[in-house]
Protein backbone atom coordinates (compact mmCIF):
# COMPACT_ATOMS: atom_id res chain seq x y z
CA UNK A 1 0.00 0.00 0.00
CA UNK A 2 1.69 3.44 -1.09
CA UNK A 3 -0.80 5.54 1.12
CA UNK A 4 0.72 9.39 0.34
CA UNK A 5 3.51 9.89 -2.01
CA UNK A 6 5.31 13.11 -2.17
CA UNK A 7 7.86 14.19 -5.08
CA UNK A 8 10.59 15.05 -4.89
CA UNK A 9 12.20 13.85 -1.39
CA UNK A 10 14.80 16.88 -1.51
CA UNK A 11 14.98 19.87 -3.73
CA UNK A 12 17.35 23.11 -3.76
CA UNK A 13 15.38 26.04 -5.61
CA UNK A 14 17.35 29.45 -6.13
CA UNK A 15 15.67 32.47 -5.24
CA UNK A 16 12.75 33.71 -7.84
CA UNK A 17 12.15 30.01 -9.04
CA UNK A 18 9.07 28.46 -9.26
CA UNK A 19 8.16 24.55 -8.27
CA UNK A 20 5.49 22.20 -7.66
CA UNK A 21 5.34 19.90 -5.29
CA UNK A 22 3.63 16.37 -6.05
CA UNK A 23 1.06 14.92 -3.43
CA UNK A 24 -0.70 11.37 -4.51
CA UNK A 25 -2.96 9.45 -2.16
CA UNK A 26 -4.15 6.21 -3.07
CA UNK A 27 -7.16 5.38 -0.48
CA UNK A 28 -9.51 7.64 -2.19
CA UNK A 29 -9.60 10.15 0.65
CA UNK A 30 -11.98 12.86 0.32
CA UNK A 31 -9.46 15.61 2.47
CA UNK A 32 -6.08 16.59 1.57
CA UNK A 33 -3.70 19.06 3.24
CA UNK A 34 -0.45 20.57 2.65
CA UNK A 35 1.66 21.41 6.12
CA UNK A 36 5.08 22.95 6.34
CA UNK A 37 7.16 22.00 9.33
CA UNK A 38 9.82 24.80 10.64
CA UNK A 39 12.71 23.61 13.04
CA UNK A 40 11.45 23.76 16.32
CA UNK A 41 7.70 24.34 15.77
CA UNK A 42 4.84 22.47 14.70
CA UNK A 43 2.85 22.20 11.31
CA UNK A 44 1.30 25.00 10.51
CA UNK A 45 -1.27 24.44 7.61
CA UNK A 46 -0.66 25.87 4.12
CA UNK A 47 -3.76 24.80 2.21
CA UNK A 48 -6.71 21.56 2.14
CA UNK A 49 -9.34 20.48 -0.15
CA UNK A 50 -11.89 18.72 0.71
CA UNK A 51 -12.23 16.96 -2.38
CA UNK A 52 -11.96 17.43 -6.06
CA UNK A 53 -12.32 21.28 -7.07
CA UNK A 54 -12.49 22.58 -3.98
CA UNK A 55 -9.74 24.36 -2.11
CA UNK A 56 -9.12 26.82 0.66
CA UNK A 57 -6.52 28.67 2.64
CA UNK A 58 -5.04 27.22 5.51
CA UNK A 59 -2.86 29.18 8.05
CA UNK A 60 0.24 30.31 5.99
CA UNK A 61 -0.87 30.39 2.15
CA UNK A 62 1.17 33.07 0.96
CA UNK A 63 3.54 32.28 -1.58
CA UNK A 64 1.65 29.01 -2.08
CA UNK A 65 -0.59 28.18 -4.71
CA UNK A 66 -2.63 24.49 -5.33
CA UNK A 67 -4.89 22.78 -7.36
CA UNK A 68 -7.69 19.04 -6.70
CA UNK A 69 -8.28 18.16 -10.42
CA UNK A 70 -8.60 14.87 -9.41
CA UNK A 71 -9.39 13.25 -5.90
CA UNK A 72 -5.62 11.68 -5.84
CA UNK A 73 -3.25 14.24 -6.56
CA UNK A 74 -2.85 17.69 -4.75
CA UNK A 75 -0.26 19.34 -6.19
CA UNK A 76 1.26 22.50 -4.93
CA UNK A 77 3.09 25.38 -6.41
CA UNK A 78 5.46 27.72 -5.16
CA UNK A 79 5.94 31.12 -7.26
CA UNK A 80 9.27 33.07 -7.00
CA UNK A 81 10.51 31.35 -4.41
CA UNK A 82 11.73 32.65 -1.03
CA UNK A 83 14.12 32.17 1.53
CA UNK A 84 11.43 32.08 3.73
CA UNK A 85 9.49 29.27 2.21
CA UNK A 86 12.57 26.86 2.97
CA UNK A 87 11.07 24.12 5.10
CA UNK A 88 10.35 20.85 5.11
CA UNK A 89 6.49 20.05 3.46
CA UNK A 90 4.36 17.36 4.20
CA UNK A 91 1.00 16.43 2.22
CA UNK A 92 -1.76 14.36 4.01
CA UNK A 93 -4.87 13.31 3.61
CA UNK A 94 -8.02 11.49 5.55
CA UNK A 95 -11.23 10.70 4.99
CA UNK A 96 -13.62 12.42 6.81
CA UNK A 97 -11.54 13.77 9.74
CA UNK A 98 -8.39 15.54 9.79
CA UNK A 99 -6.90 14.32 12.74
CA UNK A 100 -7.10 10.71 11.11
CA UNK A 101 -4.66 12.22 8.65
CA UNK A 102 -1.96 9.88 6.60
CA UNK A 103 1.03 11.71 6.29
CA UNK A 104 3.59 11.57 3.22
CA UNK A 105 7.21 11.17 4.14
CA UNK A 106 7.92 14.82 3.22
CA UNK A 107 9.93 16.87 0.78
CA UNK A 108 12.85 19.08 1.97
CA UNK A 109 13.27 22.57 0.40
CA UNK A 110 16.07 24.74 0.67
CA UNK A 111 16.19 28.34 -1.46
CA UNK A 112 18.94 29.73 -1.53
CA UNK B 1 -7.36 31.86 20.40
CA UNK B 2 -6.09 28.62 18.30
CA UNK B 3 -3.00 27.75 19.92
CA UNK B 4 -1.94 24.41 21.41
CA UNK B 5 1.00 25.33 23.61
CA UNK B 6 3.12 22.38 24.46
CA UNK B 7 6.19 21.28 26.65
CA UNK B 8 8.88 20.38 27.41
CA UNK B 9 10.14 21.13 24.26
CA UNK B 10 12.96 18.14 24.91
CA UNK B 11 12.79 15.38 27.24
CA UNK B 12 15.66 12.43 27.86
CA UNK B 13 14.27 9.35 30.09
CA UNK B 14 15.94 6.24 30.98
CA UNK B 15 14.92 3.17 29.97
CA UNK B 16 12.19 2.24 31.66
CA UNK B 17 11.31 5.35 32.99
CA UNK B 18 7.68 7.69 32.43
CA UNK B 19 8.19 10.33 30.12
CA UNK B 20 5.49 12.62 30.57
CA UNK B 21 4.29 15.25 27.62
CA UNK B 22 1.89 18.27 28.76
CA UNK B 23 -0.43 20.52 26.22
CA UNK B 24 -2.52 23.66 26.89
CA UNK B 25 -5.65 25.03 25.14
CA UNK B 26 -7.40 28.12 25.24
CA UNK B 27 -10.24 27.65 22.80
CA UNK B 28 -13.20 25.53 24.37
CA UNK B 29 -14.65 25.18 20.53
CA UNK B 30 -11.82 22.16 20.13
CA UNK B 31 -13.37 19.04 20.81
CA UNK B 32 -11.09 15.87 19.31
CA UNK B 33 -7.38 16.00 20.65
CA UNK B 34 -5.00 14.09 18.59
CA UNK B 35 -1.08 13.17 19.37
CA UNK B 36 1.24 11.97 16.54
CA UNK B 37 4.60 10.50 16.74
CA UNK B 38 7.65 11.98 14.08
CA UNK B 39 10.41 9.61 13.96
CA UNK B 40 13.50 11.78 12.04
CA UNK B 41 13.16 11.80 8.04
CA UNK B 42 9.24 10.65 8.15
CA UNK B 43 6.14 12.62 8.31
CA UNK B 44 3.98 12.22 11.68
CA UNK B 45 2.00 8.98 11.95
CA UNK B 46 -1.36 9.13 14.35
CA UNK B 47 -0.57 7.53 18.01
CA UNK B 48 -3.41 8.33 20.08
CA UNK B 49 -6.92 10.49 20.46
CA UNK B 50 -8.69 11.20 22.96
CA UNK B 51 -12.25 13.59 23.42
CA UNK B 52 -13.16 15.87 25.88
CA UNK B 53 -16.03 13.04 27.27
CA UNK B 54 -13.62 11.06 28.45
CA UNK B 55 -10.63 11.69 31.56
CA UNK B 56 -8.34 9.24 29.83
CA UNK B 57 -7.74 7.00 27.56
CA UNK B 58 -5.03 3.70 27.30
CA UNK B 59 -3.60 2.38 23.84
CA UNK B 60 -0.87 -0.27 25.14
CA UNK B 61 1.78 2.08 27.11
CA UNK B 62 0.38 5.28 26.13
CA UNK B 63 -2.14 6.93 28.08
CA UNK B 64 -3.59 10.40 27.32
CA UNK B 65 -5.00 11.99 30.28
CA UNK B 66 -7.72 15.03 29.40
CA UNK B 67 -8.68 17.63 32.59
CA UNK B 68 -11.62 20.01 30.54
CA UNK B 69 -11.75 22.67 33.60
CA UNK B 70 -7.89 23.31 33.00
CA UNK B 71 -7.94 22.83 29.57
CA UNK B 72 -4.67 20.43 29.67
CA UNK B 73 -4.03 17.52 28.28
CA UNK B 74 -0.90 14.76 28.63
CA UNK B 75 0.94 11.97 27.02
CA UNK B 76 2.20 9.67 29.44
CA UNK B 77 4.11 7.03 27.89
CA UNK B 78 5.08 3.97 30.55
CA UNK B 79 7.86 1.46 30.88
CA UNK B 80 9.85 3.69 27.97
CA UNK B 81 12.07 2.03 25.50
CA UNK B 82 14.83 3.59 23.29
CA UNK B 83 12.61 2.98 20.15
CA UNK B 84 10.10 5.55 21.32
CA UNK B 85 12.94 8.42 20.49
CA UNK B 86 10.98 10.66 18.24
CA UNK B 87 9.46 13.89 18.18
CA UNK B 88 5.79 13.99 19.70
CA UNK B 89 2.98 16.43 18.66
CA UNK B 90 -0.09 17.17 20.34
CA UNK B 91 -2.74 18.51 18.66
CA UNK B 92 -6.59 19.60 18.36
CA UNK B 93 -9.38 20.09 16.15
CA UNK B 94 -12.65 22.23 16.07
CA UNK B 95 -16.29 21.12 16.77
CA UNK B 96 -18.51 19.91 13.63
CA UNK B 97 -15.57 18.23 11.85
CA UNK B 98 -13.46 21.16 10.60
CA UNK B 99 -11.08 20.53 8.12
CA UNK B 100 -7.97 22.09 10.04
CA UNK B 101 -5.65 20.47 13.05
CA UNK B 102 -3.84 22.88 15.18
CA UNK B 103 -0.51 21.63 16.49
CA UNK B 104 1.88 22.30 19.12
CA UNK B 105 5.81 22.93 18.94
CA UNK B 106 6.59 19.20 19.26
CA UNK B 107 8.87 17.52 22.06
CA UNK B 108 11.80 15.97 20.96
CA UNK B 109 11.90 12.70 23.63
CA UNK B 110 14.89 10.58 23.68
CA UNK B 111 15.14 7.13 25.57
CA UNK B 112 18.56 6.11 26.90
CA UNK B 113 19.55 2.77 26.97
Known amino acids: NAGVTQTPKFRILKIGQSMTLQCAQD?????MYWYRQDPGMGLKLIYY???????DKGEVPNGYNVSRSTTEDFPLRLELAAPSQTSVYFCASSQNDPFEAFFGQGTRLTVV | QQQVKQSPQSLIVQKGGISIINCAYENTAFDYFPWYQQFPGKGPALLIA?????SEKKEGRFTISFNKSAKQFSLHIMDSQPGDSATYFC????????????FGKGTKLTVNP
Open chain 2, 50 to 54: IRPDV
Open chain 2, 91 to 102: AASFKGGSEKLV
Open chain 1, 27 to 31: MNHNY
Open chain 1, 49 to 55: SVGAGIT
